[in-house]
Structure formats: structure tokens, C-alpha cells
């Protein structure tokens, strides 16, 4: 059945089923309209989800598809295909044909092991010009130069993408033109890798997927299927055409959509150190990760933010202002300071209580006494302060960690705290959400609860970034 037939008679809606998935609204009414293909992944939480009412081959005839009406979320976009080693490169020269029927302005580079796969001629008689293939190739610096591509576009797709590029893109080399502009670009960055099922699966290359998804980047497949290598078959194929199209039509399309231009957003992170002595603190175990992927996704919604967070050991999100801290009360300052703000989302896992007096000489142990007591007192309460001070952001998020009873301790949470939103998370050792990649979160509102599936981080920042866009008053901006 068509996921738009199902949708209908099942009375699940769009946005509970993407919650179900863990894919965007935004997504699931693509996919629902037929603009877009999914991964076969999406394909498969879809045919779970729906009881397999709606299967893979469902999504497959998507009508507007043909090459004599294309779809137009490209049109006009400029697009850099990098296309690196691999038998799939054939399926590259037809992306150029689609990319150049859909009017994309498009340029294209060939590593040296693409080039072992489709020739320049091939590629650049497709494109309608030549293909640029190295960094130190002085026509391809004086022509248009590395950076000035990495600034020109409007997304870069890489397909196929090889498990070495993905190493280098991960490891951040820069080392011929394709990872010089990789390395440079702000743009967003699609994945298509293709490779055989055992190098998709080991560990390296798992670890490379994580930190690229980390860093923001995208991916299209790979797929299950048949391999070109005789007697071969698992998940290595790349996705097919029409789902990288769908794919770029996707992130093309939200790269354009700014629903929170001009509205400040202060996001808090990671854990906060209490000092105790000069040498030692009091901290806990946030990594900061979803704050600051919070604070990344508000950045990519138009946003101006702030980001003020604790001591962590990850990069900066790109394109936010960040107030780095070490102790809840200098936490407090700083995002008084950074008041007035039309959002406040309150993600670090501030310490509840700082010692009463800071030592200012290194405490020594005392011959013959075992014990050492230190004497605690509560840190003031940022979320609670903001949420019921005077210069109260008109949409207050807070987040709850908890270890039991997560839903109903949130709700009281948020009552007590005066916040308008509770983002409640499972921390339960076992979980592994401290420090983790992945969160399994309820959104606890006024009139409401919202019970996401477990998703990365990446995506329950996007998701709730949605939701603020969506349940946010376009009315009225701070600054
Ligand atoms: O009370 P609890 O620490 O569980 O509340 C968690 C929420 O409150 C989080 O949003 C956290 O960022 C915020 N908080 C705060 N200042 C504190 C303690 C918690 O902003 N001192």
C-alpha cells in the first residue's frame, strides 16, 4: 500500500510516524507525496512501523520521476559531485544526466581512484565540461581553486563514496583536491558509499560513519543487495539515483528554509566543573554532545546562537557563538549576559551543589584521618531563575536526566521549574546515554507527551529544533 493510502486509513499521522522512524516531518510528507525516495533502512522502520502494510516497493513508482519531468527541488541549486573509487561510478555518470536535467549548476571532481572507474572524457562530456581531478593541478588552482569551490556550493554529494574517503574526510586529511575541499567547505556534505559488506562492517569503518554523522554529514544508503564481485551480497550497494536525488532534494530544500531566522536562541552544554581546591573539582559524566548538537541544528534553522557550555571535549558546532565556562555560577552569568533571547534551551547537566569554601591552597591529607568531609551548597537553579525571571525567553526548554519514573518526574519537573518544555531522557547506567551517541527522549509539554523512538543525538536535536520552528509565534523576535 502507498504510504499516503496508509496514512489515511490508519489515522497514524505524518508526524507520529516520523517520531516512530525517527525521521523528520518534513521527510515522512515527502516521502508521502512521492518527492522523494527513502533509504532502504527508512524503508524498512516504515514497513515495521506500519505492520508491513507499506513495503519498499511501494515507494518505487514515484510517477514524476521520469527524465522528461523531473522533480524541481534542485533547480538552479549548485551542486559538487565528487566521485571516488568504486565500481559504482558508473551509476554517477547517470546522476550527472539527472543533476543536469534538473538545471543544477554542476561541477564534478574525479579522484585518481575514480578515475580508474569513468574517465574524464566520459564525465566531462556528460557535465559539458572537464571534470577537475587534483589539488596540485595548477589549471584546477588558477581556474577556480579549492576554496573557492568549497565556498560554491550549495551541497556537496560524494558517490560513491569509498571507506579510504571516509576515513580521510573523518580523519581530516586534505590531501588532493576532493579532501582539501572537504576539509574547507561549509557546505552540507551527502554520502553515497559503496564497498563491499565486509569493509562497511568493520569497526573502522562504523567508528568513521559515527564521527562523520557527528560532524553533520549525510548519507544515502549503502543498500542490501548483489555485489560485483562474484558470490557477494550484503549491505555495500550504492543507493540508487533516485534516492540520492530525493536525498539532495531534502537537504537542498532545508538548506533554504530558515524558520528561525532572526530569533536568538541561548542553548546551555556539558557538565559544569565545581572547583574545590586549586587542583580539584566536582563534575559529572555530560559530554556535551547533545546541547551542543542542539545549539548546531538551531544554527542551521537561521538562528543566531549562543552556546554556552560547561568543559568538553568536542568541537565547537560551526556557525554559533560560544561562551565557554566552568562553574554553574559563571554558567548563570553567562547566559544572563547573553539575554534578551526568544528560546532558551537548557541542556548541560549543571551540578547541583558546589562546595561552601573554595580552598585556596591545595587541601592536604591529614596524618591519621581517614574521613574528609567537604561541606556542600546548592548552585542556583538556571533553569529556574530564567524561566520565572524577568526577561523570560518566550519558549523555555529544560531537559530532565533520570534514572526512574522519567515521564512523571518530568512533569513535575516541569511544573517546578516554571519551564514551558521538558525534554526527559533515561540515563539508567545501562542505557549508555551519558556520553553516548544515541537518546531515547519524551517531550513533556503543557498539554502533551511526546514519546520519541531512540534516535543519535543529531536527530533529536533536529526533531526538536522542528518543533520549536513549528510551535513557535512567528510574530514577534528579540533581537
Ligand atoms: O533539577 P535538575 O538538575 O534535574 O534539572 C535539569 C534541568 O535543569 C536541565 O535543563 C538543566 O540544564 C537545568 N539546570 C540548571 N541549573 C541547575 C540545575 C539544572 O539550569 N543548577
Given at each position: 500500500?502507498?504510504?499516503?493510502?496508509?496514512?489515511?486509513?490508519?489515522?497514524?499521522?505524518a508526524?507520529?510516524?516520523?517520531?516512530?522512524?525517527?525521521?523528520?516531518e518534513a521527510?515522512?510528507?515527502r516521502l508521502?507525496?512521492g518527492?522523494?525516495?527513502?533509504?532502504?533502512?527508512?524503508?524498512?522502520?516504515?514497513?515495521?512501523?506500519?505492520?508491513?502494510?507499506?513495503?519498499?516497493?511501494?515507494?518505487?513508482d514515484?510517477?514524476?520521476?521520469?527524465?522528461?519531468?523531473?522533480?524541481?527541488?534542485?533547480?538552479?541549486?549548485?551542486?559538487?559531485?565528487?566521485?571516488?573509487?568504486g565500481?559504482?561510478?558508473?551509476?554517477?555518470?547517470d546522476?550527472i544526466?539527472?543533476?543536469?536535467?534538473?538545471?543544477?549548476e554542476?561541477?564534478?571532481?574525479?579522484?585518481?581512484?575514480?578515475?580508474?572507474?569513468?574517465?574524464p572524457?566520459?564525465?566531462?562530456?556528460?557535465?559539458?565540461?572537464?571534470?577537475?581531478?587534483?589539488?596540485?593541478?595548477?589549471?584546477?588552482?588558477?581556474?577556480?581553486?579549492?576554496?573557492?569551490?568549497?565556498?560554491e556550493?550549495d551541497?556537496?554529494?560524494?558517490?560513491?563514496a569509498?571507506?579510504?574517503?571516509?576515513?580521510?574526510?573523518?580523519?581530516?586529511?586534505?590531501d588532493?583536491?576532493?579532501?582539501?575541499?572537504?576539509?574547507a567547505t561549509?557546505?552540507?556534505?551527502?554520502l553515497?558509499?559503496?564497498?563491499?559488506?565486509?569493509?562497511?562492517?568493520?569497526?573502522?569503518?562504523?567508528?568513521?560513519?559515527?564521527?562523520?554523522?557527528?560532524?553533520?554529514?549525510?548519507?544515502?544508503?549503502?543498500?542490501q543487495?548483489?555485489?560485483?564481485?562474484?558470490?557477494?551480497?550484503?549491505?555495500g550497494?550504492?543507493?540508487?539515483?533516485?534516492?540520492?536525488?530525493?536525498?539532495m532534494?531534502?537537504?537542498?530544500?532545508?538548506?533554504?528554509?530558515?524558520?528561525?531566522?532572526?530569533r536568538?536562541?541561548?542553548?546551555?552544554s556539558?557538565p559544569t566543573?565545581?572547583?574545590?581546591d586549586?587542583?580539584?573539582?566536582?563534575?559529572?559524566?555530560?559530554?556535551?554532545?547533545?546541547?551542543?548538537?542542539i545549539?548546531?541544528?538551531?544554527?542551521?534553522?537561521g538562528?543566531?546562537?549562543?552556546?554556552?557550555?560547561?568543559?568538553?571535549g568536542?568541537a565547537?558546532p560551526?556557525?554559533v557563538n560560544v561562551?565557554?565556562?566552568e562553574?554553574?555560577?559563571?554558567?548563570?552569568?553567562?547566559?544572563?549576559?547573553a539575554?534578551?533571547a526568544?528560546?532558551?534551551i537548557?541542556?548541560?547537566?549543571?551540578?547541583?551543589?558546589?562546595?561552601?569554601?573554595?580552598?585556596d591552597?591545595?587541601?592536604?591529607?591529614k596524618?591519621?584521618a581517614?574521613e574528609?568531609?567537604?561541606?556542600?551548597v546548592?548552585?542556583?537553579?538556571?533553569?529556574?531563575?530564567?524561566?520565572?525571571?524577568?526577561?523570560?525567553?518566550?519558549l523555555?526548554?529544560?531537559?530532565?536526566?533520570?534514572?526512574?519514573n522519567?515521564?512523571?518526574?518530568?512533569?513535575?519537573?516541569?511544573?517546578?521549574?516554571?519551564?514551558?518544555?521538558?525534554?526527559?531522557?533515561?540515563?539508567?547506567?545501562?542505557?549508555?546515554?551519558?556520553?553516548?551517541?544515541?537518546?531515547?527522549?519524551?517531550?513533556?509539554?503543557e498539554d502533551?507527551?511526546?514519546?520519541?523512538?531512540?534516535?543519535?543525538?543529531?536527530?533529536?536535536?533536529?526533531?526538536l529544533?522542528?518543533?520549536?520552528?513549528?510551535?513557535?509565534?512567528?510574530?514577534?523576535?528579540s533581537?
Amino acid at each position: 500500500m502507498k504510504l499516503a493510502a496508509w496514512i489515511k486509513k490508519s489515522g497514524v499521522s505524518a508526524r507520529e510516524l516520523a517520531a516512530r522512524v525517527g525521521a523528520t516531518e518534513a521527510t515522512i510528507s515527502r516521502l508521502k507525496n512521492g518527492h522523494a525516495l527513502p533509504s532502504m533502512e527508512m524503508a524498512g522502520k516504515i514497513a515495521h512501523a506500519s505492520g508491513g502494510a507499506v513495503t519498499a516497493n511501494d515507494f518505487l513508482d514515484l510517477g514524476p520521476e521520469t527524465p522528461s519531468s523531473p522533480g524541481n527541488g534542485l533547480d538552479g541549486a549548485r551542486i559538487l559531485l565528487i566521485i571516488s573509487g568504486g565500481i559504482a561510478a558508473y551509476k554517477s555518470l547517470d546522476l550527472i544526466r539527472r543533476l543536469k536535467e534538473r538545471n543544477c549548476e554542476l561541477r564534478v571532481i574525479l579522484t585518481r581512484g575514480g578515475s580508474e572507474f569513468v574517465t574524464p572524457l566520459s564525465v566531462g562530456a556528460l557535465v559539458g565540461a572537464a571534470p577537475y581531478t587534483d589539488l596540485f593541478d595548477t589549471k584546477t588552482e588558477f581556474d577556480i581553486g579549492h576554496i573557492r569551490f568549497a565556498r560554491e556550493s550549495d551541497l556537496i554529494i560524494i558517490a560513491p563514496a569509498t571507506a579510504d574517503l571516509m576515513a580521510k574526510m573523518a580523519g581530516g586529511h586534505a590531501d588532493d583536491l576532493a579532501t582539501a575541499v572537504l576539509l574547507a567547505t561549509g557546505a552540507p556534505i551527502l554520502l553515497a558509499p559503496a564497498m563491499n559488506p565486509h569493509m562497511w562492517a568493520h569497526p573502522a569503518t562504523r567508528r568513521n560513519v559515527e564521527r562523520l554523522t557527528l560532524d553533520g554529514v549525510s548519507f544515502i544508503g549503502p543498500n542490501q543487495g548483489e555485489m560485483a564481485e562474484a558470490n557477494e551480497a550484503g549491505v555495500g550497494r550504492m543507493a540508487e539515483v533516485p534516492e540520492i536525488l530525493g536525498a539532495m532534494e531534502i537537504i537542498v530544500g532545508k538548506a533554504g528554509a530558515k524558520p528561525l531566522e532572526g530569533r536568538h536562541v541561548i542553548v546551555t552544554s556539558g557538565p559544569t566543573h565545581e572547583p574545590i581546591d586549586p587542583v580539584r573539582y566536582i563534575a559529572n559524566r555530560s559530554s556535551g554532545k547533545q546541547g551542543h548538537a542542539i545549539a548546531a541544528a538551531a544554527a542551521r534553522a537561521g538562528a543566531r546562537v549562543t552556546l554556552v557550555t560547561g568543559p568538553v571535549g568536542i568541537a565547537d558546532p560551526s556557525g554559533v557563538n560560544v561562551l565557554r565556562i566552568e562553574a554553574a555560577a559563571d554558567m548563570l552569568k553567562a547566559v544572563e549576559g547573553a539575554l534578551p533571547a526568544d528560546i532558551a534551551i537548557f541542556a548541560a547537566a549543571v551540578a547541583d551543589w558546589r562546595v561552601a569554601q573554595l580552598a585556596d591552597q591545595k587541601l592536604k591529607k591529614k596524618p591519621g584521618a581517614n574521613e574528609m568531609v567537604l561541606d556542600l551548597v546548592q548552585n542556583p537553579d538556571i533553569l529556574k531563575l530564567v524561566s520565572r525571571g524577568h526577561k523570560r525567553p518566550e519558549l523555555v526548554i529544560g531537559f530532565a536526566a533520570e534514572t526512574q519514573n522519567v515521564v512523571e518526574n518530568a512533569k513535575t519537573k516541569r511544573r517546578a521549574k516554571g519551564c514551558d518544555w521538558i525534554v526527559a531522557n533515561d540515563v539508567a547506567h545501562e542505557r549508555g546515554v551519558m556520553g553516548g551517541e544515541k537518546n531515547a527522549v519524551h517531550l513533556v509539554m503543557e498539554d502533551g507527551l511526546e514519546d520519541w523512538p531512540e534516535m543519535t543525538k543529531e536527530q533529536v536535536a533536529e526533531m526538536l529544533i522542528e518543533r520549536v520552528a513549528s510551535a513557535f509565534s512567528p510574530a514577534k523576535a528579540s533581537a
